[in-house]
Protein backbone atom coordinates (compact mmCIF):
# COMPACT_ATOMS: atom_id res chain seq x y z
CA UNK A 1 0.00 0.00 0.00
CA UNK A 2 1.33 3.87 -1.03
CA UNK A 3 -0.27 6.35 0.67
CA UNK A 4 0.73 10.19 -0.27
CA UNK A 5 0.53 12.90 2.48
CA UNK A 6 0.75 15.78 0.11
CA UNK A 7 -0.94 18.18 1.92
CA UNK A 8 1.08 18.46 5.43
CA UNK A 9 -0.36 21.94 7.15
CA UNK A 10 2.50 22.82 8.36
CA UNK A 11 4.59 22.98 5.37
CA UNK A 12 1.71 24.85 3.53
CA UNK A 13 3.88 28.04 3.80
CA UNK A 14 7.18 26.59 2.93
CA UNK A 15 5.61 24.83 -0.40
CA UNK A 16 4.34 28.18 -1.35
CA UNK A 17 7.32 30.36 -0.15
CA UNK A 18 9.96 28.34 -2.52
CA UNK A 19 7.16 26.73 -5.37
CA UNK A 20 7.89 22.82 -4.21
CA UNK A 21 5.67 20.40 -5.94
CA UNK A 22 6.88 17.53 -3.40
CA UNK A 23 5.20 15.15 -1.20
CA UNK A 24 6.25 15.81 2.62
CA UNK A 25 5.40 12.07 3.33
CA UNK A 26 5.30 8.91 1.78
CA UNK A 27 3.50 5.77 3.47
CA UNK A 28 4.67 2.25 1.79
CA UNK A 29 3.50 -0.07 3.79
CA UNK A 30 4.48 0.32 7.73
CA UNK A 31 7.30 3.22 6.25
CA UNK A 32 6.52 6.67 6.52
CA UNK A 33 9.49 8.29 3.81
CA UNK A 34 10.07 12.41 4.65
CA UNK A 35 11.33 14.86 2.33
CA UNK A 36 14.34 16.69 3.60
CA UNK A 37 14.28 19.52 5.41
CA UNK A 38 16.30 22.23 6.85
CA UNK A 39 15.68 25.06 9.44
CA UNK A 40 12.53 27.10 8.48
CA UNK A 41 10.02 29.28 10.28
CA UNK A 42 6.89 27.54 9.29
CA UNK A 43 4.39 30.14 9.38
CA UNK A 44 5.75 32.08 7.26
CA UNK A 45 7.92 29.68 5.11
CA UNK A 46 11.37 31.53 5.62
CA UNK A 47 14.26 30.10 5.74
CA UNK A 48 16.37 30.86 9.09
CA UNK A 49 19.85 32.69 8.68
CA UNK A 50 22.53 32.79 10.30
CA UNK A 51 22.83 30.73 14.02
CA UNK A 52 24.42 28.05 15.23
CA UNK A 53 24.53 24.35 13.48
CA UNK A 54 22.96 23.27 16.90
CA UNK A 55 20.17 25.93 16.67
CA UNK A 56 19.65 24.42 13.38
CA UNK A 57 19.38 21.56 14.16
CA UNK A 58 16.84 21.36 16.91
CA UNK A 59 14.28 23.93 14.51
CA UNK A 60 15.15 21.11 11.56
CA UNK A 61 13.94 17.92 14.43
CA UNK A 62 11.60 20.46 15.86
CA UNK A 63 9.76 20.64 12.85
CA UNK A 64 10.35 17.49 11.71
CA UNK A 65 8.57 16.67 15.17
CA UNK A 66 5.50 18.76 13.76
CA UNK A 67 5.15 17.13 10.39
CA UNK A 68 5.16 13.32 11.62
CA UNK A 69 2.61 14.33 14.34
CA UNK A 70 0.26 15.63 11.67
CA UNK A 71 0.23 11.50 9.93
CA UNK A 72 0.34 10.07 13.58
CA UNK A 73 4.09 9.67 14.69
CA UNK A 74 6.38 11.15 16.18
CA UNK A 75 10.40 11.29 16.54
CA UNK A 76 10.34 7.97 18.44
CA UNK A 77 8.93 6.45 15.57
CA UNK A 78 12.59 7.04 13.49
CA UNK A 79 14.33 4.07 12.42
CA UNK A 80 16.39 5.92 9.95
CA UNK A 81 17.90 9.44 10.13
CA UNK A 82 20.24 11.44 7.01
CA UNK A 83 21.76 14.51 7.62
CA UNK A 84 23.66 16.74 5.19
CA UNK A 85 25.91 19.34 6.91
CA UNK A 86 27.36 22.20 4.51
CA UNK A 87 30.50 22.01 7.06
CA UNK A 88 30.91 18.62 8.18
CA UNK A 89 34.75 18.51 9.56
CA UNK A 90 33.43 21.74 11.92
CA UNK A 91 30.19 20.60 12.34
CA UNK A 92 29.73 17.34 13.39
CA UNK A 93 30.32 17.48 17.18
CA UNK A 94 27.93 20.22 17.57
CA UNK A 95 25.02 18.05 14.84
CA UNK A 96 26.11 14.99 17.38
CA UNK A 97 24.95 17.26 20.53
CA UNK A 98 21.86 17.62 19.33
CA UNK A 99 21.13 14.16 18.12
CA UNK A 100 21.73 12.60 21.64
CA UNK A 101 19.69 15.08 23.07
CA UNK A 102 17.39 14.56 20.92
CA UNK A 103 17.16 10.84 20.23
CA UNK A 104 17.55 7.86 23.17
CA UNK A 105 18.57 4.58 22.69
CA UNK A 106 17.70 2.48 20.71
CA UNK A 107 18.80 5.03 18.71
CA UNK A 108 18.07 5.39 14.67
CA UNK A 109 20.03 4.09 12.11
CA UNK A 110 21.95 7.10 10.80
CA UNK A 111 24.41 8.93 8.10
CA UNK A 112 26.10 11.95 8.26
CA UNK A 113 27.55 13.83 4.94
CA UNK A 114 28.84 16.78 3.46
CA UNK A 115 26.70 18.53 0.75
CA UNK A 116 26.46 22.09 -0.61
CA UNK A 117 23.53 23.94 0.55
CA UNK A 118 20.83 25.53 -1.43
CA UNK A 119 19.03 26.73 1.88
CA UNK A 120 20.46 26.35 5.30
CA UNK A 121 23.42 24.77 6.75
CA UNK A 122 22.30 21.87 7.79
CA UNK A 123 19.43 19.16 5.91
CA UNK A 124 17.87 16.18 7.60
CA UNK A 125 15.31 13.50 6.03
CA UNK A 126 14.10 10.60 7.94
CA UNK A 127 12.51 7.30 7.48
CA UNK A 128 9.65 6.28 10.46
CA UNK A 129 8.19 2.90 11.08
CA UNK A 130 4.74 2.93 12.51
CA UNK A 131 5.75 1.12 15.24
CA UNK A 132 8.02 3.08 17.32
CA UNK A 133 11.56 2.25 18.41
CA UNK A 134 10.90 1.81 21.85
Not at 37 to 53: C, H, K, M, P
Not at 65 to 76: A, K, T
Not at 114 to 129: F, S, T, Y
Request: net charge negative; aromatic share 8%.
Amino acid sequence: MVETFTDIKAMRQVNARFGLKNTPVIRVGDLYFCSGLTALDLETGEAIEGGTVQNHARVTLGNLSIILGEVGLDLDHVVKLNAYLADPVNDFAAWNEVYLETFQAPYPARTTVGAGMHVGILEIDVIAAHQPRR
